[in-house]
C-alpha cells in the first residue's frame, strides 16, 4: 500500500548576490572534500556523518585569531583563498542567519560561543570580531574548577536539544580557550511516510547476505535526477526550503565512487538540473551517532601548520611570542534520526585551543608566612654575601 502526494509548495527564496552564491560555493567544496577526506579514513562498513557548516562556523572564528602563514593555511584548508577576511566573516555570517527561520516546520538553531581560561588574556578585537559576525557567546571559566567542564557541555546539550552530551571529558593544564558551534535541525517531512508501509525489506551489505531492514515506503512527486554515477531523489521538509538528498551508486558504482565525483561545483549544476518525477520511494528508517577527531582530515586538507606548537601563529587571539597559541584539537560529534515523520540532527564541532605545555605548568605556591632564612649572594660565583635568618618580620 502506499500514498500520493506532490509538491505543491514553494519555498522561501533566499536573495544572495553573486559573491555571496560564490563564497557559499567555495563553502561547500570545503564541505565536500572534508567529507571524502574523513571517509578514506572510516572502514567501509561504518556509518559516518559531519556536519560541514558547523565544522566551517568553528574555523571561521578560529580564523580570525590567525595571522601569517597560518591565516594563509587556514584559508586554503577552507577553501577561501583569493577572499578578504571581510567577505568570508560577511559569507559565513550570510550563510548562518540565511539558514535561520526559513520555515515554521522545520526547526533550526545555529549556536556559537568561546569559552577561554580566566587567567588567559584574549584580544578584546578579536571577541568582538566573533561577537559581530557569528553572534558567540563569550565566557572566562576558571578552567582548574572541576565543574568548568560541565559548564561548557551543558551549553552543549541545551542548544542540540540534549542530543550531543559530554563532549569535554576534562579540561588539560595547558588548554586556555575552546571554540564551539552547535547546529541542531528538526523537520517534519512535508509528506510524512504512512507507518502501515513500513515493513521489513531487503538492503544490501556488502559481505553479508539476506540482510533486512525497518524500511518506508511512499508514491510522490520528488526532484530527481540521474548522474553518470548515482541517482539523486529531492526529499523535502515543510515547505521545501530544507530536503534530504539521497544518492544511490548506481549497480556498478559504489558509495566511495560517488563521494570521490563530488565538488562544490557539480553539485550546483546537476542540483540545478533535477526534475520532477512521480517516484514510489522506498528506504529505510536510520539512526547514528559519530564521534571524529578532524585534526588528520584538516591537515590533509593544508591547514596542518595551526596544529603545530612552535609554527602556529594565532596572534589575534592572543600575541605572546612566547606562550603560543595553536589548535591541539577538533573533535565533532554528530546525531541523526530518520523516521516516517522526518529527520532529527544535531552537530558540535569543538576547537581547542592549547599553549606550548613547557609554559602552561601550573604556579607552585610559595608562601612566605613562617620564619625564613635569606640569602644575599652572587650570581656568577655564588657567593654568599649576606645570610640571616627572619623570625619576626615587625621586630
Known amino acids: 500500500m502506499s500514498c500520493k502526494a506532490g509538491n505543491d509548495s514553494t519555498y522561501k527564496k533566499i536573495p544572495l548576490t553573486a559573491q555571496e552564491r560564490q563564497l557559499i560555493t567555495h563553502s561547500n567544496t570545503f564541505g565536500l572534500d572534508l567529507f571524502r577526506t574523513v571517509n578514506v579514513a572510516e572502514a567501509d562498513t561504518s556509518n559516518l556523518m559531519i556536519s560541514p557548516v558547523s565544522v566551517a562556523l568553528a574555523l571561521g572564528m578560529t580564523y580570525n585569531g590567525a595571522d601569517g602563514t597560518t591565516k594563509t593555511a587556514m584559508e586554503q584548508a577552507l577553501r577561501m583563498q583569493g577572499f578578504t577576511d571581510s567577505e568570508i566573516n560577511k559569507a559565513y555570517r550570510k550563510l548562518m542567519l540565511s539558514l535561520l527561520s526559513l520555515d515554521p516546520q522545520v526547526q533550526l538553531s545555529i549556536a556559537n560561543s568561546i569559552w577561554y581560561r580566566n587567567t588567559f588574556n584574549v584580544q578584546q578585537s578579536f571577541i568582538d570580531i566573533n561577537k559581530m559576525n557569528y553572534d558567540a557567546e563569550i565566557a572566562a571559566l576558571d578552567f582548574k574548577s572541576p565543574q568548568s567542564p560541565g559548564i561548557i557541555n551543558k551549553w552543549i546539550a541545551g542548544k542540540t536539544n540534549d542530543k550531543i552530551k559530554n563532549v569535554i571529558k576534562s579540561i588539560d593544564p595547558q588548554t586556555v580557550m575552546f571554540l564551539v558551534n552547535a547546529i541542531y535541525f528538526n523537520g517534519k517531512w512535508k509528506h510524512p ?19 533486512k531492514v525497518m524500511s518506508m515506503m511512499m508514491n510522490a512527486n520528488f526532484r530527481h535526477g540521474a548522474q553518470p554515477d548515482f541517482d539523486a531523489i529531492e526529499i523535502p521538509y515543510g515547505q521545501g526550503n530544507y530536503n534530504m538528498i539521497i544518492l544511490l551508486p548506481n549497480k556498478d558504482k559504489t558509495v566511495n565512487d560517488v563521494i570521490a565525483s563530488l565538488n562544490g561545483e557539480n553539485l550546483d549544476e546537476w542540483m540545478n538540473r533535477m526534475k520532477e518525477t ?32 612552535d609554527k602556529a601563529n594565532f596572534a589575534k587571539i592572543n600575541p605572546d611570542p612566547i606562550n603560543k ?41 610559595f608562601t612566605v608566612d613562617r620564619p625564613f632564612v635569606f640569602m644575599i649572594t652572587e650570581k656568577e660565583t655564588h ?9 619576626n618580620p615587625h621586630l
Open 193 to 211: 511516510f504512512d507507518e502501515k508501509n513500513t515493513s521489513l525489506r531487503p538492503f544490501i551489505i556488502p559481505g553479508e547476505t539476506n540482510h
Open 278 to 309: 512521480d517516484v514510489q520511494l522506498t528506504m529505510p528508517k536510520f539512526k547514528f551517532s559519530f564521534e571524529k577527531q578532524l585534526g588528520n582530515a584538516l591537515t590533509g586538507m593544508g591547514m596542518g601548520i595551526a596544529f603545530d606548537s
Open 325 to 365: 597559541l595553536f589548535i591541539s584539537q577538533v573533535q565533532h560529534n554528530t546525531f541523526v534520526d530518520v523516521s516516517e515523520k522526518g529527520t532529527e540532527a544535531a552537530a558540535v564541532t569543538t576547537i581547542r585551543g592549547d599553549l606550548q605545555a613547557i609554559w602552561v605548568r601550573e604556579p607552585y605556591l
Open 383 to 391: 657567593a654568599v654575601m649576606f645570610i640571616g635568618k627572619v623570625m
